[in-house]
């Protein structure tokens, strides 16, 4: 018994997994933020970063070091009173040592808040790849929607033609119609299976298309689901000065290079802190052994301040280097917001030009149905008339 169900448990599953299930939009959007490889790269660089930001930040922090030696000497050696024989010996020694930065110019400083943008730089790059993702994958699902009305609409208008063709077969059969009237219904029968076919080629390939954004790699069995608020809500459309000005606020593109442009102005101040001297303190203990006699523990502590007195204009060279890419990162921000600003522009006029033509078009069914109401109303009375003087 116990067989029998494992069995059926497995057929079910086998059946569930070759089901047919169509997908909505966000299982299309979150399947592929999940398996692009694209944005898996982004996040591996935006931990190199986030393990950059935290070593900047250890570098504060002082070192300790730790060291041991073992010799053995042959022949003439040195005593440990200065004075040398010739016999074997043998010494150890080991040694422990610390040292801190205590000033450089504030580089290190310097150096965590251009780690710091550099990070959030890769968060916003992660950002704009997921939405331009999700932005593809939107584009392609509502592809094969219109693919898919398409293709009905091919279907349906051979429904009707076939249903036409039947009508006017019982009319050549009656004798009331000429049966040469029939080739150019089968002509129009053919022309609309062309179509059809057609129409269901493009909506293979707009499939295979939205599988490909989806990285799946059997696009055969994938179909996708009619959202049932597609045109619940009226279209509102704000003005396209509106949408920038909330658009260039949050727009990851826009945060890129500006972060680009912070980190740049931060590796100025890198630059110039090479200018300043710098200030450390070490400490160090150390003893040994020689021919199994221990010599007295050595500690020492001091002080070590380096001055750059010349350094062949390399730091200058630097600073000027700085300088010049923070001009063109200046440059990227107003090329990245002149861009948006045409992107809006762009996609505002095609919403317009879409909702005048969704009027047009909603206009366009309403009117004949108006109308047919219009014209039922004002042919009733005359249609009475002749009954009643049918009647007299």
Known sequence: ??????????????????????????????TALANNRNIKQRELMRQNNEIALQQARNNLLPNLNASAGQSW????????????????????????????TLFDGLK????????????????????????DIALSVSSAFLQVLLNKELLQIANDQIKLTESRLEQQKSLVSAGKLAEGELFEIYSQQAKEE??????????????????????????????????????????????????????VKSRPEIKSAELQ?????????????????????????????????????????????????????QVKNQVRSAQID????????????LELRKTVQQAYYNAV?????????????????ALQTKNTKADAPTCM????????
């Not at 400083?109 to 790059?125: G, H, R, T, V």
């Not at 030009?353 to 149905?369: E, F, G, Q």
């Open 385 to 392: 008339n002749c009954t009643k003087l049918k009647t007299t």
């Open 1 to 30: 018994m116990r067989k029998i169900i494992i069995f059926i448990a497995v057929l079910l599953t086998a059946l569930i997994a070759n089901a047919q299930t169509p997908w909505t939009l966000q299982q299309c959007v979150d």
């Open 194 to 247: 062309l179509n059809s076919t057609q129409a269901k080629n493009t909506l293979k390939l707009s499939l295979l298309d939205l599988a490909q954004i989806l990285e799946l790699s059997d696009f055969e069995k994938l179909d996708i689901s009619i959202p049932a608020d597609l045109m619940e809500n009226e279209l509102q459309l704000l003005s396209a000065d509106a949408v920038f000005a909330s658009a």
């Open 73 to 100: 000497n042959f022949g003439r050696s040195q005593m440990a009173d200065g004075t040398y024989r010739n016999i074997n010996s043998n010494s150890s020694n080991f040694s422990v040592s610390s040292g801190i």
């Open 108 to 131: 290190m400083k310097y150096e965590i808040d251009s780690k710091m943008a550099q990070l959030k730089l890769s968060e916003a790059n992660l950002e704009k790849i997921r939405q």
């Open 326 to 337: 923070v001009k063109s990162n200046q440059l990227n921000v107003e090329n990245a917001k």
């Open 353 to 369: 030009a879409a909702k005048s033509k969704w009027d047009a078009s909603t206009k366009s069914v309403t009117k004949p149905t």
């Open 261 to 313: 442009l912070q980190g740049s102005q931060k590796n100025i101040q890198i630059a110039k802190s090479f200018y300043f001297p710098t200030l450390s303190f070490g400490a160090n203990l150390g003893g040994g052994y020689y021919n199994q006699v221990s010599t007295p523990l050595s500690t020492g502590v001091g002080f070590n301040l380096s001055v750059p007195i010349f350094n062949k204009f």
